[in-house]
Each structure stands twice: as structure tokens, then as C-alpha cells.
């Protein structure tokens, strides 16, 4: 379909589309867009949060690395360091 034919048969298309069809738009004879129809994605139900399996995958992440400033002392750091 040109986009022309998209915009003036628009019915057409979108029934095209319900029945599963992929419709290339041409501009000049050449393709410039494909039109597939719409599959929503499947929702998955998310766990919900456990704070306890957080923190031992933290420690168990973190436990070879060596300890990092937290951020309080970092911005601590970098407001004396704009202060003087």
C-alpha cells in the first residue's frame, strides 16, 4: 500500500491487520514502512520484594569487593569541596 492508499482505505488496513496480515507502505515504489499488527506482551506476575533475599544477594554480590564510601560521605566530600 502507498501511504496514500493507508490513509484513504484505513478500514481495509486495519482489518487486514486484525487478521494477522503485515502490510508494507511503499513511497515511489520503494518500501519506507511495515505495519505489523499489534500482540500485547504477556504480563508476568512479579514477585513481590523481599527485603531479607535483597539483602543476602547484596552481601553475597558485594562480600570479595573492598568497602566503598557511602553516599553521605561522598556528598559530605563534594559540598566541602564546592564550600572551599
Request: aromatic share 6%; net charge positive.
Amino acid at each position: 500500500m502507498t501511504v496514500r492508499d493507508v490513509r484513504l482505505h484505513w478500514p481495509q488496513a486495519e482489518k487486514a491487520l486484525a487478521q494477522g496480515e503485515e502490510i508494507v507502505v511503499t513511497r515511489d515504489a520503494k518500501p519506507v514502512a511495515r505495519l505489523l499488527p499489534f500482540i500485547p506482551a504477556t504480563s508476568r506476575a512479579r514477585p513481590h520484594f523481599d527485603p531479607e533475599l535483597h539483602l543476602r544477594r547484596l552481601l553475597r554480590f558485594w562480600k570479595n569487593q573492598p568497602a566503598q564510601p557511602s553516599t553521605d560521605e561522598c556528598l559530605a566530600r563534594d559540598r566541602s569541596d564546592r564550600a572551599g
